[in-house]
């Protein structure tokens, strides 16, 4: 039993109980922890009393005819930079190594008042900030795939237990791809929400114009309940979005007609097909989109022209966000402190010379620069006149289309190692990045594989609040496929 749906079915008929589906998670998590290293905290013993209370729960709940939350019972596992009361938050940074939160964060609460069992808290680049969770403080996470790979970021450890089985399903951070390209990396579903969606309190901040909690799974379907489940207005978080949030699984049943999509018009992103794209994901890609038009849908070629300059714009907005969000971190209040400072400057900088990891401490100097006088002008404020721009191609674009469709990443996952220049691996974020400029959902769902046998995904993105009608053309490409249903090579090993 490997996906979220067809544990829930087994539950309700009372085939299988949390605690056995657990213990069994559990047992998968502990043999392929030490080649994949997906966690940076497990939590059996509170994975165990959660199902323990879970299978209560159920019989109570059939008892009395009262419904039972959809992710009761349910092993998953947290990306370690949401908050979680009692249990280590670290953000995959020797700063926050020992801080245990003494409050839970709106989505993480939201799980545990449905009833759902929590494995552990996954690996990530240190704040967020990466793409191949080679970044963290505590160990690099492998690909399942292939041992040697990494395994994308910075929600590569989230996107590693779902591929390798250590749960049921997980929940990410995406602030330029984090969710998607891991996803497309470890050949599972990963989501990205729309902005202001799904509340952002408790989740440790990197660039908070950016970032966005979304979930990753086996399925559409599966992602679809944990959205559902997350969704909604936080009065704790001034960007959350004051709306009502629909059940999104309930319309993705069977795909029985012969032309699902029909009357729908898939656009085709013309600067994402072409220099930069390695080969075996184009030829893939191209596949996936022949079979759109097979299931009734009309595919158009559209000119989004200011894509490309999503990257650059990106690497001077979010690390002037980061470079304030991260000046909290100074040994006062929490996390590492530097003790053998004599004066108070010196503790600063000697506290976050040790806290802070390279790449971080990249990001900081390049934001602080940007954010500096007689800069702003020059780098951040036309940075932010270039994203609104993104915006208006996009804008433009679904006056045309439904859905937007490009590769995930340009590649397949690299060995790890192998990107030891910032630009080459900045640039892996290309087709995802201008996504959380504009603040718009997309999905990732695999696709296909490279001649390595490596997972290759297909970006899907959708107009603002567009989810459901997102997941409506995921769900019927995934169910027409089977490139979903494939398991690692970890798995029958």
């Given at each position: 039993?490997?996906?979220?749906?067809?544990?829930?079915?087994?539950?309700?008929?009372?085939?299988?109980?949390?605690?056995?589906?657990?213990?069994?998670?559990?047992?998968?998590?502990?043999?392929?922890?030490?080649?994949?290293?997906?966690f940076?905290?497990?939590?059996?013993?509170?994975?165990?009393?959660?199902?323990?209370?879970?299978?209560?729960?159920?019989?109570?709940l059939?008892?009395?005819?009262?419904?039972?939350?959809?992710?009761?019972?349910?092993?998953?596992?947290?990306?370690?930079?949401?908050?979680?009361?009692?249990?280590?938050?670290?953000?995959g940074?020797?700063?926050?190594?020992?801080?245990?939160?003494?409050?839970?964060?709106?989505?993480?609460?939201?799980?545990?008042?449905?009833?759902?069992?929590?494995?552990?808290?996954?690996?990530?680049?240190?704040?967020?900030?990466?793409?191949?969770?080679?970044?963290?403080?505590?160990?690099?996470?492998?690909?399942?795939?292939?041992?040697?790979?990494?395994p994308?970021?910075?929600?590569?450890?989230?996107?590693?237990?779902?591929?390798?089985?250590?749960?049921?399903?997980?929940?990410g951070?995406?602030?330029g791809g984090?969710?998607?390209?891991?996803?497309?990396?470890?050949?599972?579903?990963?989501?990205?929400?729309?902005?202001?969606?799904?509340?952002?309190?408790?989740?440790?901040a990197?660039?908070?114009?950016?970032?966005?909690?979304?979930?990753?799974?086996?399925?559409?379907?599966?992602?679809?309940?944990?959205?559902?489940?997350?969704?909604?207005?936080?009065?704790?978080?001034?960007?959350?979005?004051?709306?009502?949030?629909?059940?999104?699984?309930?319309?993705?049943?069977?795909?029985?007609?012969?032309?699902?999509?029909?009357?729908?018009?898939?656009?085709?992103?013309?600067?994402?097909?072409?220099?930069?794209?390695?080969?075996?994901?184009?030829?893939?890609?191209?596949?996936?989109?022949?079979h759109?038009?097979?299931?009734?849908?009309?595919?158009?070629?559209?000119?989004?022209?200011?894509?490309?300059?999503?990257?650059?714009?990106?690497?001077?907005?979010?690390?002037?966000?980061?470079?304030?969000?991260?000046?909290?971190?100074?040994?006062?209040?929490?996390?590492?402190?530097?003790?053998?400072?004599?004066?108070?400057?010196e503790?600063?900088?000697?506290?976050?010379?040790?806290?802070?990891?390279?790449?971080?401490?990249?990001r900081?100097?390049?934001?602080?620069?940007?954010?500096?006088?007689?800069?702003y002008?020059a780098?951040?404020?036309?940075?932010?006149?270039?994203?609104?721009?993104?915006?208006?191609?996009?804008?433009?674009?679904?006056?045309?289309?439904?859905?937007?469709?490009?590769?995930?990443?340009?590649?397949?996952?690299?060995?790890?190692?192998?990107?030891?220049?910032?630009?080459?691996?900045?640039?892996?974020?290309?087709?995802?990045?201008?996504?959380?400029?504009?603040?718009?959902?997309?999905?990732?769902?695999?696709?296909?594989?490279?001649?390595?046998?490596?997972?290759?995904?297909?970006?899907?993105?959708?107009?603002?609040?567009?989810?459901?009608?997102?997941?409506?053309?995921?769900?019927?490409?995934?169910?027409?496929?089977?490139?979903?249903?494939?398991?690692?090579p970890?798995?029958?090993?």
């Amino acid at each position: 039993m490997r996906s979220i749906s067809q544990f829930r079915q087994a539950f309700l008929c009372g085939d299988v109980s949390s605690e056995e589906v657990t213990a069994a998670v559990l047992s998968r998590l502990s043999e392929r922890e030490p080649q994949v290293g997906s966690f940076i905290t497990a939590t059996p013993e509170l994975a165990h009393s959660q199902a323990m209370a879970a299978d209560e729960q159920l019989r109570v709940l059939k008892d009395s005819g009262q419904p039972v939350p959809p992710l009761l019972g349910v092993p998953l596992a947290l990306k370690d930079n949401l908050c979680t009361a009692g249990v280590r938050t670290t953000c995959g940074s020797r700063t926050l190594a020992q801080f245990v939160p003494p409050y839970e964060s709106t989505v993480t609460l939201a799980l545990r008042q449905q009833g759902a069992v929590v494995v552990g808290k996954t690996n990530l680049d240190e704040f967020a900030m990466g793409g191949s969770t080679e970044h963290s403080a505590f160990h690099p996470t492998r690909n399942p795939w292939n041992l040697a790979r990494v395994p994308g970021g910075s929600s590569g450890g989230s996107a590693a237990a779902v591929a390798a089985e250590q749960c049921l399903g997980a929940l990410g951070s995406d602030t330029g791809g984090s969710i998607r390209q891991p996803a497309s990396f470890c050949g599972v579903v990963g989501l990205k929400p729309t902005y202001g969606l799904v509340s952002r309190f408790g989740l440790v901040a990197f660039a908070s114009s950016l970032d966005q909690v979304g979930p990753l799974g086996h399925s559409v379907q599966d992602v679809a309940l944990l959205l559902t489940a997350i969704a909604g207005h936080d009065p704790k978080d001034a960007t959350s979005l004051r709306l009502a949030v629909p059940d999104y699984a309930q319309p993705l049943g069977a795909v029985e007609e012969s032309r699902p999509l029909a009357g729908k018009r898939i656009g085709v992103i013309r600067e994402t097909m072409g220099e930069g794209v390695a080969a075996s994901v184009r030829g893939v890609v191209e596949q996936a989109i022949a079979h759109f038009e097979t299931l009734g849908a009309a595919v158009v070629d559209i000119s989004c022209p200011r894509f490309a300059y999503g990257v650059p714009t990106y690497y001077i907005i979010a690390p002037s966000e980061a470079s304030a969000n991260l000046a909290r971190y100074d040994g006062v209040k929490y996390g590492l402190r530097q003790p053998d400072a004599k004066t108070l400057l010196e503790m600063y900088e000697s506290t976050r010379e040790e806290g802070f990891g390279a790449e971080v401490k990249r990001r900081i100097m390049v934001g602080t620069y940007v954010l500096s006088a007689g800069y702003y002008d020059a780098f951040y404020l036309k940075a932010q006149k270039v994203r609104t721009l993104i915006k208006e191609d996009f804008v433009k674009a679904f006056t045309q289309v439904d859905v937007l469709v490009t590769p995930t990443a340009p590649t397949t996952a690299f060995p790890l190692g192998s990107k030891s220049d910032p630009l080459s691996m900045y640039l892996l974020d290309l087709m995802t990045i201008p996504v959380n400029l504009a603040g718009l959902p997309a999905i990732s769902v695999p696709c296909g594989y490279d001649p390595d046998g490596l997972p290759i995904g297909l970006q899907l993105i959708a107009p603002s609040l567009g989810e459901a009608r997102l997941l409506h053309v995921a769900h019927a490409y995934e169910q027409t496929t089977t490139w979903h249903q494939r398991r690692s090579p970890l798995w029958q090993s």
